[in-house]
């Protein structure tokens, strides 16, 4: 059973306020988080800096409490400290004191190991107390920043403690990060591990990407604009290309791909979400039970090639296209549209964040000339307001118990259903194609799409 959201409490005293007015700020009732985790780079770097910036942006009550837990020698100011720094060097609004020392007031930390039960004792207590002083209501989110092989000592440490189960009118929550699993077995096992200390309305996934504004106005685009859907059916489009490109290299990053694999850490989470917001039918409303509905019916209706070795590339270091089908009768000579390719809607995800629409357009002049024209939007030159951080949106969204943006156990696993298989036949091929840096990708990639007769677009 889904846990009951905060909106009612947003603003009580204010009865002209419609909680399901989606356009005014939705503000998290009485709440807290305790952080596992606090010592890596996604807690520093991006967790912290969410917290601080909905605060900046009046998104938090007024006795927002945060909890670190680690394995460090700290006193509560040691991990404000800590907090300090990592909001100075990486949030993203202005740094103002008042709202420093409002938020800091909160910042309680733990010492401990995740299998000590004096430590975990100590977390009890120090919410408890955090209830009484900053009435935070026993609602209490718990943010596993941690590997997951770590889970299950965790979850089991708060069942253990009483720390998953809320008292009646409160709440309880754990948010974990991707990779969800290593495979479809590794998976089933962690949503086993999750589900038998928390309720499934309680588990929250994050996958950053679904928080990125124009991940989710891939959605607004496609349904509230008729110039769109009449023709988003594969009558009309050819094929779709999601290409995630980065410009600099895996760097410090080479141990992690190493252990859990890019394709395991992007294709499985993002890549696979962004397949099904763009492939789904229109849900019948966007509640989170209506969207993963659809998304889940696209997941579970792919079927995979059988010569995998034809239809699939991997390649090795030593991002949203949707290409429509040409017209059928193409009334000009062939010298007059040589340089025509087709028309393609470009939706960059990051870090120009935006819209590109390619077609068709007569070039100045006395003869009939067409050539391909682009028509771009960016949301840097639209919108007065900067895109939150994507874990700005998602943090809110847990402590409001909104989940639409959160992939459900099912849809996990049917994508570890599509993915096994592939991964397993490239286990079995031996060493990828290598590739060099700067380049596109292995030869083997556009041998595949030149098979169809199709070639990969470069950004």
Known sequence: MTPPTDTDQDQPNNPLRDPEDRRLPRIAGPCGMVLFGVTGDLSRKKIMPAIYDLANRGLLPPGFSLVGFARRDWADQDFAQIVHDSVREHARTEFREEVWRQLSEGFRFVPGDFNDDQAFDHLRRTIEELDEERGTGGNHAFYLAIPPSFFGDVADQLKEHGLARPQKGSWRRVVVEKPFGHDLQS?????????????????????????????QNILAMRFANNLFEPIWNGNYVDHVQITMAEDVGIGGRAGYYDGVGAARDVIQNHLMQLMALVAMEEPTSFDAESLRSEKLKVLSSVVLPERLDLNTARGQYTAVAVVFKRAPHLPFSATATEELTTNTLVIRVQPDEGMTIRFGAKVPGTAMEIRDVNMDFAYGGSFTESSPEAYERLILDVLLGDPPLFPRHEEVEVSWKILDPILAHWASKGRPDTYGPGTWGPKSADDMLARSGRKWRRP
Request: glycine letters at 10%.
């Open 187 to 215: 998976a089933r096992q962690l949503n086993d591990i999750l589900g038998q200390v928390f309720d499934s309305g309680s588990i929250f996934r994050i996958d950053h990407y679904l928080g990125k504004e124009t991940v």
